[in-house]
């Protein structure tokens, strides 16, 4: 069991507070004393007591602390707090905190404390958390609902924020769209050629792409009333005279059952439906082509769009993908094969997501595994160039691609390929004058806007100053219509002074 803390840190929205915990010879009866407390204010307030409160200057720096914090890192203000209000001899002092990270890196920059973050200490912190408001009486803040509330929608804001250029969320939900088509558009595919096939059966053989059977069958329909305009769009659909003849002559020698006009009108909406879906399908592809060579170049120049698109939300973004080591992307997408494997202890698959890359299909069955393992290393390179990488650009993509080339004719000629360091230096020599391009191009799109907004700015003023004129206008006419009396007025008024000014003087 974990010692009994001395102190215990608690993170708030408002700052940092340390706060003392009451000693107990059996650590068994604190953790039990603290439980039945934590239901009463007054009766674990005598156990916990507010020793030190350092409060955050300003929001920005209240979100600063709190994203350090959930990544387990030490802030520069945390350091500080800890550093001043902690007891001088710290080798008898226990500090309890919640977490195990930030608990790690505390006893990293002070290493004479002992940490604590397991055994009674989850306890006071949940009791610190629901009694703040009656421990933190004496402080001076505002309302600390709304400080919770300020901070999680500040801190949600940060983790939501991504780059503009390098959509990767877009890339994911983009794919994942793409897979679900895939799977309805097959679907709904085989649902028209059995729907359509207890009409015209003899279709099927003659058509067998699904995307040109869905079209000819809405066309057609009624295969006895086949003229010269279903001829042109069936000539339109499949651009071949042959496969034409072949149609209508199947539609006359057909062997299939009549059907009425309701029937075959749901059967030419559904098969609408579904040629739409699969134009948009299409247009989705030609999407994720386009987002691809602006999120990660690299990567889809070499495994291509869709791969490295699925790679990507598998990871959960094109960050995490770069962070993980070449024999996570190996096998990325055969988890449940590799655990079932470490149980039954067999052998370990050699590939995931990456099976769907050209490279393995090409290569011998004895040389797949190496060049799965080849593949997920060049993988790995190109993520990490897109990721962080100022510009990103598909120059390296390409090279790495003639890599895995070399290495496959490697395998099977023998072929010596040249080394990476060369391959990315000469990579690097043509990215340069690209890369320059780009920043120039986006530098003169920056200055344009400036001078814009500057334009904008000064025009503002300008018409402020002639509605100024209008009304000065406005008010001279006024005056000169009113005649002399409104001068005579003024002169009097102004005389009075005068008067008084001498009576003063004399």
């Not at 215990?8 to 009451?22: C, I, M, N, P, T």
């Not at 086949?226 to 042109?232: P, Q």
């Not at 500057?454 to 018409?463: G, H, K, N, R, S």
Request: hydrophobic share 40%.
């Amino acid at each position: 069991m974990s010692e009994a803390p001395n102190f215990v840190l608690y993170e708030h929205a408002v700052g940092y507070a340390l706060l003392s915990v009451s000693e107990f010879e059996d650590i068994g009866r604190m953790s039990q004393e603290v439980e039945l407390a934590i239901g009463e204010a007054q009766r674990f307030c005598t156990i916990v007591k507010m020793a030190a409160f350092d409060a955050f200057k300003n929001t920005e720096a209240a979100l600063d602390n709190c994203l350090a914090v959930s990544e387990g890192i030490v802030h520069d203000n945390l350091g500080t707090f800890l550093d001043e209000n902690l007891p001088k001899k710290r080798k008898k002092v226990t500090l309890g905190v919640n977490d195990g990270k930030l608990a790690g890196s505390i006893s990293e920059k002070f290493p004479g404390i002992k940490i604590s973050f397991t055994g009674v200490v989850p306890e006071i912190v949940r009791g610190v958390r629901v009694h703040f408001a009656h421990l933190a009486k004496d402080l001076p803040h505002h309302s600390l609902s709304k400080a919770q509330l300020s901070l999680g929608h500040s801190y949600s804001r940060s983790k939501v924020k991504f780059d503009v250029h390098r959509v990767d969320n877009m890339v994911i939900q983009s794919i994942a769209l793409l897979d679900q088509l895939d799977k309805d558009i097959n679907l709904f595919g085989m649902r028209i050629r059995e729907w359509y096939s207890y009409h015209y059966p003899e279709l099927y053989k003659v058509v067998p792409d699904q995307y040109k059977y869905v079209k000819c069958a809405s066309v057609i329909m009624d295969r006895k009333t086949i003229n010269e305009e279903t001829n042109a769009k069936l000539m339109e659909i499949m651009e071949d005279e042959e496969k034409v003849n072949q149609i209508i002559e199947a539609a006359r020698t057909s062997m299939g059952m009549d059907i009425s006009e309701m029937d075959l009108m749901n059967i030419e909406r559904f098969a609408n439906r579904v040629a739409s879906l699969t134009d948009y399908r299409h247009r989705l592809h030609e999407y994720i082509k386009d987002r691809m060579n602006s999120c990660a170049p690299s990567l889809s120049a070499l495994i291509g769009e869709q791969v490295g698109a699925r790679l990507i939300s598998h990871a959960g973004s094109l960050t995490n993908l770069a962070k993980y080591p070449a024999s996570t992307i190996q096998i990325l997408g055969a988890e449940k094969a590799l655990f079932r494997a470490l149980k039954t202890r067999s052998n370990t698959p050699k590939y995931g997501l990456l099976f769907h890359s050209s490279f393995i299909g090409r290569a011998s069955a004895k040389n797949k595994g190496r060049i799965s393992r080849f593949l997920a290393n060049k993988c790995t390179i190109a993520s990490r160039i897109d990721c962080f990488s100022e510009v990103p650009v598909p120059t390296f993509g390409e090279h790495l691609r003639q890599q895995v080339e070399d290495r496959l004719k490697f395998f099977e000629d023998g072929e010596v390929p040249k080394k990476n360091v060369e391959v990315m230096k000469e990579a690097a020599d043509e990215a340069e004058p690209i890369m320059k391009k780009i920043l120039k191009k986006k530098k003169k799109a920056a200055k344009k806007a400036l001078e814009t907004s500057a334009v904008t700015a000064e025009a503002e003023p300008v018409a402020e100053d002639g509605e100024s004129k209008k009304k000065k206008k406005k008010r001279k006419s006024e005056s000169e219509a009113n005649g002399d009396a409104t001068m005579e007025v003024d002169a009097v008024e102004e005389e009075k002074p005068k008067k008084k000014k001498k009576k003063v003087a004399a």
